[in-house]
């Protein structure tokens, strides 16, 4: 192995700032549990397009200038067939494409001797505006997951997966945010994958201690996944602009307070589950169980229920309360229903804060087995009504 430019302080995680055509073939074979690779699509066709009387540059970088068909066949043959010995037996490999590229990906995958297991469909919730015409404004991106053709069984973490979705299946439609600000505090990379993405990569093919490969790390968004999930990690980035970024992105990740910050955003992803923390007094949680029903009372003072952004997505209902676990309910229906105070102790309640009283109704005979984050956990602990993981709803906790 050739020694990598920067290597962190416990070798939890090692960069190159070179092309990984040249790095690739001194690393160990049989090493990687998983290889994420973010190539240039090759789209980038110089020049300026006209949008509402301005200009713009839509060019990515040099080094994701257009080729020909040709080219990009053989520059995709080469690094997926020197990528091909370092992962492990069960190890996979997951590529990023376009149109513009992904096809020819595929027909290099094959004729390296690799295998499709799915093909993710990213799909955008906040797509770009188009910048032309003429065509549906694009909002997908697709991601390949491949693994050696020869490899028997692959690594698959579906049970760590299915929490994500509180016990269901995954489907291969990701709906994930394209990158926002909170990403880009040590400055922008052109074509920078959003964390929430590469954290449910890992998440799905790697175990905490396994080894984790980008040939083509950019600002090293894998890298940031891979210390958040306890990942060791090899990037290479032939940019020294995107090298410097990395390493300062690296560098604030090692951080345990931003990583708990980071986990938070990253399941705040548009098909996470939009949750309300109901902490009450323990007969009324058994009584809130047993009916179906859950309240808050409606007002501006301390303890009331705020509707903020983010309210409208609520489809759950968690009940914690002293000694007792927390237990996660699916709403009926969206949105809640004012009743008075008269009304809920006809059902057998006794609110006695307020006159009225948000209702919200759920499916009491089938509670989710779910699995609590820490932040979850800290949240319950803190005794706080909230609704996640939009934002708060209830500013304090008086029942
Ligand atoms: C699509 S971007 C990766 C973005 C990255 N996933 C992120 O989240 O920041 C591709 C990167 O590969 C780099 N690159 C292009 N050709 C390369 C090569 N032969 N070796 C190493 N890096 C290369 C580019 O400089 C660019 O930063």
């Not at 015409?133 to 491949?146: N, V």
């Not at 990403?183 to 922008?188: A, I, Q, R, S, V």
Request: net charge positive; charged share 25%; hydrophobic share 35%.
């Amino acid at each position: 192995m050739i020694n990598p430019h920067f290597l962190s302080e416990q070798a939890e995680y090692a960069l190159y700032n070179a092309d990984c055509l040249e790095v690739l073939p001194f690393l160990p074979n049989n090493t990687f549990q998983t290889i994420f690779a973010d190539p240039p699509y090759f789209l980038s066709k110089g020049g300026f397009i006209s949008k509402d009387g301005n200009w713009i540059n839509n060019s990515k970088g040099e080094w994701d200038k257009a080729i020909s068909p040709e080219e990009m066949d053989e520059f995709n043959s080469k690094w997926l067939e020197l990528c091909k010995d370092k992962l492990k037996e069960n190890g996979t490999i997951w590529i990023c494409g376009t149109y513009h590229n992904i096809f020819s990906v595929e027909r290099a995958l094959k004729k390296c001797g690799y295998k499709i297991i799915n093909i993710i469909t990213w799909q955008k919730t906040n797509p770009q505006p188009s910048l032309t015409s003429g065509h549906f404004q694009y909002s997908t991106e697709l991601i390949i997951w491949a693994k050696n053709a020869t490899s028997k069984r692959h690594l698959f973490n579906e049970d760590e997966i299915k929490k994500i979705k509180f016990g269901k299946e995954m489907t291969d439609v990701w709906s994930i945010p394209a990158v926002k600000d909170w990403e880009k505090e040590f400055g922008k990379h052109s074509t920078q994958k959003p964390l929430a993405l590469l954290y449910r990569i890992l998440l799905s093919s790697t175990n905490a201690g396994d080894y984790v490969l980008d040939p083509f790390s950019g600002s090293c968004t894998t890298g940031v996944a891979s210390l958040l999930l306890k990942r060791k990690f090899i990037g290479i980035e032939k940019s020294s602009e995107y090298y410097n970024l990395s390493i300062k992105r690296m560098a604030d990740a090692e951080n345990t307070d931003k990583q708990e910050f980071f986990k938070r955003k990253v399941f705040e992803t548009a098909d996470t589950l939009t949750v309300i923390i109901n902490t009450v007094r323990n007969d009324v949680y058994d009584n809130s169980i047993e009916k179906g029903i859950s309240y808050f009372r409606i007002g501006d003072s301390a303890g009331s229920l705020l509707v903020v952004p983010g309210f409208e997505k609520l489809g759950y209902v968690m009940f914690c309360s002293e000694g007792r676990e927390p237990q996660l309910f699916k709403l009926k229906k969206r949105g809640f229903r004012i009743w008075s105070a008269e009304e809920l102790r006809g059902k057998g309640f006794s609110p006695s804060h307020s006159k009225f009283y948000a209702v919200l109704f759920f499916d009491n005979t089938l509670p989710i087995p779910c699995v609590l984050t820490d932040y979850v956990k800290q949240k319950i602990r803190g005794g706080v009504k909230e609704l996640l993981p939009v934002s708060l709803v209830i500013k304090k906790n008086h029942l």
